[in-house]
DNA sequence: CCCTGGAGCGC
DNA sequence: AGGCGCTCCAGGG
């Protein structure tokens, strides 16, 4: 169906001109009536061509679909490499004579796969909500349509297992219920796309970036940050601001890549090449004074304008060209720094309109295009470190976190000289036990030390991001604390909860419920610390006789541990157990 | 006891 | 097919 570039489609947008197709071989049975129009053909053979005749006359200009690239049009080239479906071409616009065979085989390395995928649907956009998903929400846990559609439409859609389908596939109500369920599934993945603003917010992803749109909705994140900054490039080359006709930067990297002579590591995360964040010790405990929490916006992308941190600026050493210094001040803006500036100032104002209008679907409009703004800005310095990009500058990465750490270190000292405590920070972030309960005093305080750190900078910029009213610190990267959502309603209280087990899926139930009664005890019961104390080792004491006794049902004890790769790619005498299991539950054919 | 992977967080 | 930092667990020697 048509579906407009912006504002919401209706499910009737789908509805309207949905019907189903399914493939009956031997006997002609009758399909129950269902909510949509159902044609049934005699074999697989008919159902591919009926579709590819049914997308040559939609003529569709977008393909929408969860896991459309990874799993859907994979799976219809491989039916039809079977069947040996000759018009397989019309999945596209690209007219193809030659077999399928030859364009798509099975046994190709997954980025052939890929790109044979890209040629049979070229032409048409691929808006995969899948990878979408996993580039828009990357907090999420689980990217299958059934939880996606649950956590952000709230709704429930039903998923099967490949072998539940085929028993379902034997019997009409089997067939029947499949095609409701897939009904139910394809508007989910539309009304995902739509929930996630996927066509307008890439469109102006791509229109910031000057890339191909195709692209920016296959993921390629790194590729757009290289058009936007080529663009750049070109435009100050042509208009002889710099002097040179290109810019190809060398690129550079302290110490070689470590030999990847032993396992070649296909998916799991290579060891860190340079320093990154810095991370203060905490000064763990449990505070009930309220805690101020000051945040640095955007801290990579102010350091990079703050000292004109670009390829056209830095010194380099010309014995060491890895090893660069910053840019004297009197040094004009270079093109990173202005580059980010634009996309700074132009979020800037799509904000400021957004204040003055009522009208939603413009609002939509302007939300979006300020996060494709945001998105671009941040994306900028991980594609500076990220060795297989085009603009890989390890030497000005590094530049970029050090100054980052400079910054974070400095901002401490002068809360401290300020009589501060400060408590704990990480990255762009410092914490202070202010030591005081009346909330006008504590944001005073934060005040005073956001304008004294921002009188020192041109670019960088401290701002209050929360204030706590109790907090548990226990170690780096793990808190809880009671947060004053809203400055102006001191009374409501949100807890906020930060790396502790609670809060990660691989541990079982059973700690988890420990953990939430405790946290519970702790910072949600008004008890003092001793009576919370008390309880939980009174609950704690409950719990072990429990195990001990075996009064506990199985379930809350499984753990789950993810595997980063194939099994068998794992080092030879792998023993961790998660592996182990891996192979376990392969011999039993799972 | 020290070291290294591996996973899953935080930023 | 952006980055690094920091637990915490298991296993090897």
């Not at 799993?71 to 039809?80: D, P, Q, S, T, W």
């Not at 226990?474 to 604390?481: D, P, V």
């Not at 700690?511 to 919370?532: F, K, M, N, V, W």
């Not at 005498?573 to 376990?584: D, I, L, Y």
Request: glycine share 6%; aromatic share 6%; hydrophobic share 40%.
């Amino acid at each position: 169906p048509e579906l407009p570039v912006t504002g919401a489609p209706s499910a009737e947008h789908l509805r309207k001109s949905s019907s189903f197709t399914v493939a009956c071989p031997g006997t002609r049975q009758t399909m129950p009536k269902v909510s949509f129009d159902v044609e049934c053909v005699p074999s697989e053979a008919v159902l591919l061509n009926f579709l590819l005749a049914k997308l040559q006359r939609l003529e569709p200009d977008i393909l929408i679909g969860h896991d459309l690239l990874g799993g859907i049009v994979e799976k219809l080239l491989a039916r039809m490499r079977v069947r040996g479906t000759s018009k397989w071409s019309r999945l596209g616009r690209l007219v193809r004579s030659k077999h399928l065979t030859e364009v798509f085989g099975t046994s190709k390395s997954m980025y052939a796969r890929a790109s044979s995928v890209s040629v049979a649907i070229s032409g048409r956009l691929p808006c995969d909500t899948y990878i979408q998903a996993r580039e828009l929400l990357p907090k999420a846990k689980d990217y299958s349509l059934a939880a996606l559609a649950e956590s952000e439409l709230k709704e429930i859609v039903p998923s099967f297992k490949s072998k539940a389908i085929s028993n379902m596939l034997s019997t009409v109500d089997g067939v029947t219920e499949l095609v409701g369920a897939s009904e139910r599934r394809t508007e989910a993945a539309l009304k995902l796309a739509v929930h996630l603003s996927i066509i307008p917010l890439t469109k102006q992803l791509t229109n910031l970036s000057g890339n191909v749109w195709s692209r920016t909705l296959r993921g390629m994140r790194a590729e757009r940050i290289e058009y936007l900054l080529s663009h750049e490039f070109s435009k100050e080359s042509v208009s002889g601001l710099v002097d040179v006709k290109f810019i190809l930067p060398d690129k550079l990297r302290k110490s070689d890549k470590p030999t990847t002579g032993a396992g070649t590591k296909t998916t799991s995360r290579r060891k860190a090449q340079y320093a990154g964040g810095l991370v203060l010790e905490p000064k763990r405990g449990l505070y009930d004074h309220h805690i101020l929490q000051l945040d640095f916006n955007s801290l990579y992308p102010s350091i990079i304008q703050e000292y004109n941190i670009c390829f056209t600026t830095v010194l380099q050493d010309s014995e060491e060209p890895a090893k660069i210094k910053l840019p004297e001040a009197s040094e004009k803006e270079g093109i990173l720094p202005r580059v980010l500036r634009r996309l700074v100032e132009q979020r800037r104002s799509v904000k400021s309109q957004m204040k003055s209008t009522k009208n939603p679907l413009l609002l939509k409009q302007l939300e979006t295009r300020q996060l494709a703004l945001k998105l671009t800005a941040n994306s900028i310095y991980g594609c500076l470190g990220f060795e297989n990009s085009r603009y890989f500058a390890q030497p000005m990465a590094e530049m970029v976190t050090a100054q980052g750490r400079d910054t974070l270190m400095k901002t401490v000292e002068l809360a401290r000289e300020k009589q501060m405590d400060v408590i704990y920070g990480d990255t762009d972030s410092l914490f202070i036990n202010t030591g005081l309960t009346e909330l006008p005093m504590v944001v005073a305080q934060g005040a005073d030390l956001k304008k004294e750190v921002n009188r020192r900078y041109r670019t960088l910029e401290i701002e209050i991001d929360g204030v706590y009213v109790k907090m548990l610190l226990l170690r780096k990267k793990k808190y809880a604390a009671m947060r004053i959502q809203n400055l102006r309603m001191p009374d409501h209280l949100v807890r906020e909860v930060k790396g502790l087990d609670l809060v990660r899926h691989d541990w079982c139930d059973l700690s988890h419920e420990a953990s939430e009664y405790s946290l519970q005890q702790i910072l949600g019961s008004g008890l003092r610390p001793d009576d919370a104390v008390a309880n939980i080792l009174d609950f704690l004491t409950q719990l072990a006789a429990k195990v001990r006794g075996n009064m506990l049902s199985l379930k809350k004890y499984i753990i789950t541990k993810s595997l980063t790769k194939m099994p068998e790619e794992y080092p030879d005498g792998t023993t961790t157990p998660h592996v182990k299991v891996a192979f376990r539950a392969k011999q039993f054919g799972k």
